[in-house]
């Protein structure tokens, strides 16, 4: 399926298969190739997700601060290797499929915040790429 059919797919709410982490990370890449302010983004990809965990009863599996860190992370990714495929940018970076990589960033109290679930929050620990 291609990236357009897969993202329509995703946006309204009916993901082809599973989504993981990996499925994720596929959503804010493509979503950063198609909004050009990272807030934009960033807000794009939350609503998104947001909507997905509502849909499938999990409204608590969502969390507003993981899913922006995920994107301005990727973000970072894409400006220092312009022209690389997500494929390519994580074979480079084999890290961006760990999902526990947030936690060298926010301690488990501030993820876990009902403040991190709903808005942004700076990580506690070390900052992340700018």
Known sequence: MNNAHWLARVESGHPPHGFGHYEHLRLAWLVLDDEPDLDAATE?????????????????????TITDAWVRILAHCRVADPGA??????????????????????SPRVLASATARTNWVEPDLVPLPA
């Open 85 to 106: 495929t997500l494929d390519e940018t994580v074979q480079r970076r084999p890290w961006l499929l760990d999902k526990r990589l947030l936690t060298r960033h926010y």
């Open 44 to 64: 794009r990809v939350s609503r998104t997700v947001r909507s997905l965990a509502e849909r499938h009863g999990q409204p608590q599996a969502y969390n507003r």
